[in-house]
């Protein structure tokens, strides 16, 4: 590698790669009964389900996290492991990526299982000029096919939500062009504020025929709402460190902070965007989302699917491990569970694995249960920022008498760093 730059010279580790395995829960969190989601265990229950081939994973300490059945421990882990709990309210991406970067919510993002309110849709019918489908729960593929004929048939857009806070709008690519459809989107979320300000809008363009109706994932859109000032990826951006963003993270951002970003059309192009992203960028965050596991195959119930996309990441794990240089880190964690096995097809409140490693990290250390996934976030912006650096304008000094400014230590709102339990 060529010489660090000025921002990453102090680093413990110059390049950090924070790779989200989107869904990947490893069992309910206390509250879960509080989210319908008792008893929901992702990779648990899939490991019940069939035999997994996970040796890669399980040499980092996958198996060291809790018992699986048929995925033992690990005698000698390569990497330190662990698991994350969600501290804010919700199950959803946004809470989980924001979460990850230092941001807690105070409430959960609104959902509509009963689809959204008369005046919003009305006010949206009016700001586009097009009559609507759907206006219900229900999972993308499903709704496609059952209104997809009567979509091409009338021109309406598609709308539609989930147990999850979002407004998703699907519309054909030859009916409704995707500038058109991104517009569409972008009326909805200037509407859906306030008491109606959902986690995300999301563009859903699709091809084909009735019957063989194709979602064009590479051109999906979301349409976020703005984070918390003074997340990790400002935090790194102020300082100079570069961000690369891999999947749908840019979205789920909006952008803030980001250098540069690689579209993915699925989890095969997202790992391969990953290799070339870790060629690329010598330095700073490459930070990524697999997520055919929710998309493709937790939505659906697809308990195969889900397995072999899993063992697929695996496959592919030493690829990846090879290219780890002797200053890099590689972080392995999710965001939420959507457990194939259960009969909901929505996200489920679920703690998630956190496997860390590295060539200068410890091997088979335990990071127990950490109260927040902002853990991680602290951890990177530490990294790269200093537990000494020097608080922002945003950041408030500790009362008289305290042993000074603790988020001159803690630099993101929320989080514990585990940088020297790892060291």
Known sequence: ??????????????????????????????????????????????????RLELPNLLSLGLGNI?????????????????????????????????????VHLSKAFPVYPGGFPPEIIAEFERRIGRRILGNLPASGTEIIERLGAEHLRTGSPIVYTSADSVFQVAAHKDVIPLPELYR????????????????????????????????????????????????????LSEAGVPVIAVGKIADIYLGRGISSHRKTRNNEHGMAEILAATDAFPEGLIFANLVDF????????????FARALEAVDRWLPRLLARLGPEDLLILTADHGNDPTTPSTDHSREYVPLLVTGPRTRKGRDLGTRATLADIGQTIAENFLGSGAAPTSAERPTSAGGSGDVRARNLLEKGTSFLDAIL
């Open 1 to 50: 590698m060529p010489p660090a730059g000025p921002e990453m010279a102090g680093s413990a580790f110059r390049r950090v790669l924070l790779i989200v395995l989107d869904s990947l829960g490893i069992g309910a969190l206390p509250d879960a009964a509080l989210y319908g989601d008792e008893g929901s265990d992702t990779l648990g229950n899939l490991a019940r389900s069939r």
């Open 66 to 102: 809790r018992p699986f059945e048929g995925l033992p421990p690990a005698a000698a882990p390569l990497g330190c492991y662990g698991r994350c709990a969600t501290a804010s309210p919700g199950k959803d991406t946004t809470t989980g990526h924001w979460e990850m970067a230092g």
């Open 184 to 235: 569409i989107c972008q009326v909805a979320r200037e509407i859906l504020r306030g008491g109606h300000e959902v986690g995300r809008v999301i563009a859903r363009p699709f091809t084909g025929s009735p019957g063989a109706f194709v979602r064009d994932q590479e051109n999906r859109r979301d349409y976020g709402v703005p984070p918390q000032e003074g997340m990790l990826l400002d935090r």
């Open 294 to 305: 929710d998309a493709l195959y937790g939505h659906r119930n697809d308990v195969e699917g």
